[in-house]
């Protein structure tokens, strides 16, 4: 079974590049030109959130630096230790939210003090593929889509998050 998967996931791509082209001979549409131009729009894209992403990635550098972000966590320390889980996921938690790069260097620190195998290891791991970096996506997307009315996103959004990490320390508790 592993041989077939293995097998299927080197030949998808190919395969679905061969029939976009071959799709695209069938209508008669220049798939090259549509490429290029797609390209372009992708292109004009990335220099309009710019300086979104550059101000998200300088404000979590500077709360990181600034010892900010361990200070918050030192503070719901009481809290965190009596619902199972360590308060260095705390920074995590909240950083996780603006930037998924600037949570992997955190991550990559409870690693090295904790260890991947030790139960805020495993927390970790799990709640970072429970979460998701909330106010990079809306102000990449929205922006990008000039969405002006976002309604409940964000409350929607921060309650899926609230419930990744609470099933980040039910399934860690259960496996460690």
Not at 71 to 84: D, E, H, P, Q, V
Not at 109 to 119: A, W
Request: glycine share 10%; hydrophobic share 50%; proline share 2%.
């Amino acid at each position: 079974m592993v041989a077939v998967l293995s097998n299927l996931s080197n030949i998808i791509i190919p395969v679905i590049i061969f029939y976009i082209v071959a799709y695209g001979i069938m209508t008669h549409t220049n798939v090259y030109e549509e490429f290029i131009k797609g390209a372009g729009d992708g292109f004009h894209t990335v220099i309009r959130i710019m300086p979104t992403l550059i101000g998200l990635m300088v404000a979590v550098g500077v709360l990181r630096a600034s010892g900010f972000l361990d200070f918050i966590g030192g503070l719901f320390a009481g809290l965190t230790g009596r619902l199972g889980f360590s308060s260095e996921l705390v920074p995590l938690i909240l950083v996780k939210m603006f930037s998924s790069s600037a949570a992997t260097g955190l991550v990559l620190d409870i690693f090295k003090n904790h260890g991947p195998d030790s139960l805020t290891g495993l927390t970790t791991s799990i709640m970072m593929s429970c979460t998701e970096t909330i106010f990079y996506t809306m102000s990449v997307y929205f922006l990008a889509a000039k969405v002006t009315r976002t309604r409940y996103t964000l409350a929607g959004a921060l309650l899926s998050t609230l419930s990744g990490v609470a099933a980040s320390i039910v399934l860690a508790g259960m496996m460690g």
